[in-house]
């Protein structure tokens, strides 16, 4: 079952694509005249970018598919790397959510969330996952996908790990962590804590993809 109106589906994704990119824009400080590099470093950043990019991707597809095949039936296109997306997104929703919320609330507890912050962490990921619910045909995930959608959080692992060891300009004028997450801060909260961090993140991840590809089947058989 999905909304099968393509015009309606076109009104969503350019609102979520426009809505993503002014955030990033105004994160970015493009609109002060800068450009804040290191927040490539952030997966924050990287999965939004990702978001709001596949949105731009669907707005094309959506067009070319109301004028070739009219309004009704569904947009999609690459189902394996929309699902890919779509976890990475919830993840950084719910990392942010339980784990830095409660961290920066400890230090600060008088500590506002900033509008750009709501956007990237709770509005985005909330439509990233309401575009497949409602306007995704479903059927399209296979059960291999969950463990083929923690290649992308891997290699941002790795990646951060290995920036670690370098002294970047860019990170360290940005005042950032040189792991930029305290939960995965080797020198904080030693080895051994950090690899927990990581393995019970993954399972979530997997069991989480697992859910959306149970939820996937259902809704084809209907």
């Known amino acids: 079952m999905y909304v099968d109106n ?23 400080g493009i609109f002060d005249g800068q450009f804040k590099t290191a927040n490539f470093l952030y997966f924050t950043i990287i999965s939004n970018l990702f978001c709001i990019i596949f949105f731009g991707i669907l707005i094309i ?11 009704w039936g569904s947009s999609n296109i690459f189902s394996h790397l929309r699902g890919g997306i779509l976890i990475s997104i919830l993840l950084t929703m719910s990392v942010y959510h339980f784990i830095l919320i409660p961290y920066a609330l400890k230090i600060n507890p008088y500590q506002h969330l900033k509008l750009v912050d709501i956007i990237f962490h709770y509005i985005i990921p909330f439509l990233t996952l309401f575009d497949w619910i409602l306007f995704d045909e479903k059927g399209g995930f296979k059960l291999y996908d969950p463990i083929f959608w923690t290649i992308g959080p891997y290699i941002y692992l790795v990646f951060i790990f290995m920036q670690s060891g370098i002294e970047n300009t860019l990170r360290v004028n940005a005042h950032m962590n040189k ?19 990581i393995f019970s993140l993954t399972i979530v991840f997997i069991v989480v993809g697992y859910i959306v590809c149970l939820f996937d089947r259902i809704k084809i058989s209907e």
């Open 61 to 71: 597809k959506t067009l070319m598919d109301i004028k070739n095949f009219g309004i």
């Open 179 to 197: 792991y930029i997450y305290a939960f995965l801060d080797v020198d904080l909260i030693g080895i051994s804590q950090v690899m927990i961090n």
């Open 6 to 28: 393509r015009v309606i589906a076109l009104v969503y994704r350019v609102f979520s694509f426009l809505l993503g990119s002014i955030a990033i824009v105004y994160d970015f």
